[in-house]
């Protein structure tokens, strides 16, 4: 089992900058990647960004260039940063967490985007 507390969202106006955490416990060795997704209302949940163990990233097109996806080991905590948020990045983000044959999935930070 993952445990994974995310932290950080919050209102900001467009053009402004968040970045969220996420730190995870439990089976910790079993994690091959962690990143986020992100759902925002009437639409489906989409992956954002995710960085595997070796360092790969992989980010949604809409947010390249705009958000970075980086990893602190030692604390087993992801991070989003996220800047020149667009009205339409707002959404509730979820970390996530994947292992072999499952994911996992934080409760979830709402990130609102409004001036």
């Known amino acids: 089992q993952v445990q994974l507390v995310e932290s950080g969202g919050g209102l900001v106006q467009p053009g402004g900058s968040l970045r969220l955490s996420c730190a995870a416990s439990?089976?910790?060795?079993?994690?091959?990647?962690m990143g986020w997704d992100r759902q925002a209302p009437g639409k489906q949940r989409e992956l954002v960004a995710i960085?595997?163990?070796?360092?790969?990233?992989k980010y949604v097109d809409s947010v390249k260039g705009r958000f970075t996806i980086s990893r602190d080991n030692a604390k087993n905590t992801v991070y989003l940063q996220m800047n020149s948020l667009k009205v339409d990045d707002a959404a509730v983000y979820y970390c996530?967490?994947?292992?072999?044959?499952?994911?996992?999935w934080g409760q979830g930070t709402q990130v609102t985007v409004s001036s």
């Open positions: 996530k967490a994947n292992t072999v044959g499952r994911e996992y």
């Open positions: 439990g089976s910790i060795g079993s994690i091959h990647a």
């Open positions: 960085m595997d163990n070796t360092g790969n990233t």
